[in-house]
């Protein structure tokens, strides 16, 4: 069975941390772009960043620039994201996501797995 299982989320100040990890069974995810994406209560889903296959290319959403950071580890089978500097508006449930083939994409509608959510919320 594919699965995708995300942890490490929690509740955290402004201006902390938190490592978000998805770790994969099922499937090897070499040959898969990946990428975290999020949904806050009200809004729609919306991609965060997303690492292509060998982790040479990256985007991220202007909103995150310079604060999140998407990385993989093919051998553990997992994506990470950290996310530094964290904003109450960064509050919301974060999915990975695989999709088949190299190129990295922020759009929902291109991804073929999800893993089920992990809630991070940003508040004092």
């Known amino acids: 069975q594919l699965q995708l299982v995300e942890s490490g989320g929690g509740l955290v100040q402004p201006g902390g941390s938190l490592r978000l990890s998805c770790a994969a069974s099922?499937?090897?995810?070499?040959?898969?772009?990946l990428g975290w994406f999020r949904q806050a209560p009200g809004k729609e889903r919306e991609g965060v960043s997303c690492i292509s296959t060998t982790g040479g290319s990256t985007k991220s959403a202007d909103s995150v620039k310079g604060r999140f950071t998407i990385s993989r580890d093919n051998a553990k089978n997992t994506v990470y994201l950290q996310m530094n500097s964290l904003k109450p508006e960064d509050t919301a449930v974060y999915y990975c996501?695989?999709?088949?083939?190299?190129?990295?994409?922020?759009?929902?509608?291109?991804?073929?797995?999800w893993g089920t959510g992990t809630l991070v919320t940003v508040s004092s």
């Open positions: 099922g499937f090897t995810l070499d040959y898969y772009a």
């Open positions: 996501a695989a999709r088949r083939g190299s190129s990295c994409r922020l759009d929902y509608n291109a991804m073929d797995y």
